[in-house]
């Protein structure tokens, strides 16, 4: 039994886009012109920074995320498909 895929309208992919922008404008604007929510930020940014495995959890996001990673799961995924589809 295979799984349908998904299919989404532009309209729909458009409104999640719309929505995800608006989202990060309101809390960038929030962090900016408040100064409340602005010192949190800035709180939170040295406590962060300040253990050292938190430090070690953001470089391994950041190397999942880099082109090599990227490249290199693309190609192993793309292997595994045609090799299933043969």
Do not use: C, K
Not at 9 to 36: E, I
Not at 77 to 83: D, E, G, N, T
């Amino acid at each position: 039994m295979t799984a349908r895929p998904l299919r989404f309208s532009r309209f729909q992919a458009l409104t999640v886009f719309s929505g995800a922008v608006a989202a990060f404008v309101l809390v960038a604007a929030a962090v900016v012109m408040v100064p409340a929510v602005e010192l949190m930020d800035a709180r939170i940014n040295i406590w962060v920074h300040a253990l050292p495995l938190a430090i070690e959890i953001m470089l391994v996001i950041s190397f999942l995320g880099a082109p090599s990673t990227l490249t290199a799961v693309t190609a192993a995924i793309a292997s595994v498909l045609m090799y299933r589809h043969q």
